[in-house]
Structure formats: structure tokens, C-alpha cells
């Protein structure tokens, strides 16, 4: 297989007042060469930490407690991320250079007090060895491709003169100017508009489609996945419960939650009437759950299995994986078809 990153029984965890939040609670999946892996979920189901994980950028108190992040750099060099010291040389220079992100917020992670054009060279003087003029002119250039009009104003202006979509495509321009292998975008396009949010989108397919590299896309919008993703991590509660290809997930959708989630896409043929909804809300984290974290939500639940028994992955072939009991694991003796049985009763 030509992963790129292999993700692999992560444990991030936070200790507070409250106790121990286990933000990311076991969860295994793999990043391809070239590819674009979509992660979905609701809130709190820990999507933006296992990414902040993956670039060793976990804050006190928070910290990754167990399992490992293997980045293959080359065919011949594997490096555990979770093992390199956050701040280290080795860290701190595939952070930004070879793995690369872009947040929620661009305002929020460009400096008020710097102009643009000082922040976009800066990035590139720190992994690249090349002059302050080549970097300015690399930094102008990436502007440029990114879309951006009148760039050499651009990089001129501080991010309070540029409108959200603009102040965005500088983020994307900072995050590619060092050509990572990976990208990974924390719902990059959530306080923009539509029509900001579809050229957003079309700019990263294509500079994907141009640079070859990876692509880590974090949403809770079904619809852009469907759109971006070539395979599918889905969420919850700091676990992974179901993973496979863009195809699989939309198809043929195994797990009660993902069923759920796509039950609650809004269609054009259901416009008068009520949005499908999932009852109740993602549990406490600072709870331990025995069970599948699921159960209380499940309309498929059977109680006394679903909640003592942890569900084992499941493959169900060409890499089409699901954690739940009614496709094995709760005991030999009970199939699946009378797990199914049981359900509806």
C-alpha cells in the first residue's frame, strides 16, 4: 500500500479539573500518496485533534498518550511522529514544510501586526534555504496562484484589509509554499459564504491535482466530501467508526451513524418537509464508555450487548472497515442475523 501517513491506535488525551478527556480514543486509518481523505463528524468527535496530533501540535494539557504516526517520507524512511519531541529540529521542520495545515479561521492564525507579504516570506525562509529576495518572490508568485488579484498589493496589506475568501487563499498560498506532502485542512471553509466556499474548493482540487500531494479534509459538510474525498474516515467520539472509499460510505453505508448522518442531508425533493435529525448529543468524553459510544443514540441498539461489549473493527473487504456488533464481534454464538433479530425487537 503507498501511504503517505498511517495513523495507528492514537490516544490523545486531556487532563482538567473535570478529569481525563479522551478526545482520541483508538483511532487507526491511513493517508495515501496523492489522495484526498475526507474525516467527518459532529462536533466533539475529535476530528481536529487527531490532526493536530498528526503535526505533534497537542497543548498542555493535552497530550498523545499511546499509539503511533508513521510519516513515510520516502520509501526507505519512516518516522513516528508521535515519538519526536513537539518542538524539537526534526518536528518543527516537517511541521509546516513537508506537512502543512490550514484552520477554520484564517484570521484567527495570521498576525494583525505583520504584513502579509512578512508572513508568507517568513514561512518559506524557515524551511527553505534560499535569500529573503528569492522568498519574497516565491511568496509573490504563490499569491499569484492562488488566485488572488493585485498580489503584489497583497502582500502589502495586514489580514484586517483582506476579506475572509482572500485572507483564506493566503493561508492556502503560506500552507503550499513549501510544497508539503500533506495538506491538512480543518474545515477550511466554514465562515465563508457559498459562493466564497466553491471557489475555495476549486482552488484546492486543482493546486491537489497540480502538486500531487495529499490531502487531510476536515468537515462536517457530507456534501463537500462527496465532492473532494477519494476515501472516508467517519467519527465519533474519538473513535473511528467506519472508513472506506468515498463510494462506500455514500453507497453502501454500514455503521448506524454514518446511515444517520446521510439521513440528515437536506434533498431538494424533501424541501417542505422536517430535516432528519439524531436524537440526543455526542457523550461525555470524560466518561469512560464500555460499550459502543454510540448506544445511547442507536436506533439499532441492543441493550445488554451494545453497551458492555467495545465493537472490534470489522472488514468487510477492499478496505471497507466498520466498528459496530450487528457485523460481528459481540459473540461467536450470536450471528449477525440474530444480532439483527434482536435489534428489532
Known amino acids: 500500500m503507498d501511504y503517505l501517513v498511517e495513523v495507528k491506535d492514537l490516544h490523545t488525551y486531556f487532563y482538567?479539573?473535570?478529569g481525563e478527556a479522551r478526545a482520541v480514543d483508538g483511532a487507526s486509518?491511513?493517508?495515501?500518496?496523492?489522495?484526498?481523505?475526507?474525516?467527518?463528524g459532529e462536533s466533539g468527535c475529535g476530528k481536529s485533534v487527531t490532526a493536530r496530533s498528526i503535526l505533534n501540535m497537542v497543548r498542555p494539557p493535552g497530550k498523545i498518550v499511546a499509539g503511533e504516526i508513521i510519516y513515510h517520507r520516502t520509501p526507505e524512511e519512516s518516522i513516528n511522529l508521535a515519538a519526536l519531541p513537539p518542538m524539537?529540529?526534526?518536528?518543527?521542520?516537517?511541521?509546516?514544510?513537508e506537512i502543512a495545515m490550514i484552520f477554520q479561521e484564517p484570521r484567527a492564525s495570521l498576525s494583525p501586526v505583520h504584513s502579509i507579504g512578512d508572513q508568507v516570506t517568513e514561512n518559506i525562509l524557515l524551511h527553505q534555504q534560499v535569500s529573503r529576495a528569492e522568498a519574497e518572490r516565491r511568496g509573490l508568485e504563490m499569491l499569484r496562484q492562488v488566485g488572488l488579484p493585485k498580489p503584489e498589493q497583497i502582500m502589502r496589506s495586514y489580514p484586517h484589509q483582506l476579506s475572509g475568501g482572500m485572507c483564506q487563499r493566503v493561508m492556502i498560498a503560506m500552507a503550499l509554499s513549501c510544497h508539503p506532502r500533506l495538506l491538512i485542512a480543518d474545515e477550511p471553509t466554514t465562515a465563508l459564504d457559498v459562493t466564497t466556499e466553491a471557489q475555495i474548493l476549486e482552488l484546492m482540487q486543482a493546486l491537489q491535482a497540480d502538486y500531487g500531494m495529499s490531502i487531510m479534509f476536515i468537515t462536517h459538510n457530507l456534501g463537500v466530501v462527496a465532492e473532494m474525498a477519494d476515501e472516508v474516515v467517519v467519527m465519533y467520539l474519538g473513535r473511528v467508526v467506519e472508513k472506506g472509499t468515498v463510494i462506500d460510505i455514500f453507497d453502501n453505508p454500514k455503521h448506524p451513524y454514518t446511515r444517520?448522518?446521510?439521513?440528515?442531508?437536506p434533498r431538494i425533493e424533501q424541501a417542505k418537509e422536517w430535516l432528519a435529525t439524531i436524537p440526543g448529543i455526542v457523550p461525555d468524553p470524560y466518561k469512560v464508555h464500555p460499550g459502543c459510544p454510540?448506544?445511547?443514540?442507536?436506533?439499532?441498539?441492543?441493550?445488554?450487548v451494545c453497551d458492555t461489549i467495545a465493537p472490534p473493527p470489522v472488514d468487510l473487504g477492499d478496505g471497507h472497515e466498520v466498528r459496530c456488533l450487528l457485523y460481528g464481534g459481540a459473540e461467536e454464538a450470536i450471528s449477525p442475523e440474530a444480532i439483527r433479530t434482536s435489534a428489532g425487537d
Open 260 to 265: 444517520a448522518l446521510l439521513e440528515s442531508l
Open 88 to 97: 524539537g529540529r526534526e518536528m518543527r521542520a516537517i511541521r509546516g514544510g
Open 29 to 40: 486509518f491511513a493517508i495515501r500518496r496523492g489522495q484526498v481523505l475526507g474525516v467527518v
Open 294 to 304: 454510540f448506544f445511547a443514540r442507536c436506533s439499532e441498539r441492543m441493550p445488554g
Open 16 to 18: 482538567v479539573v473535570e
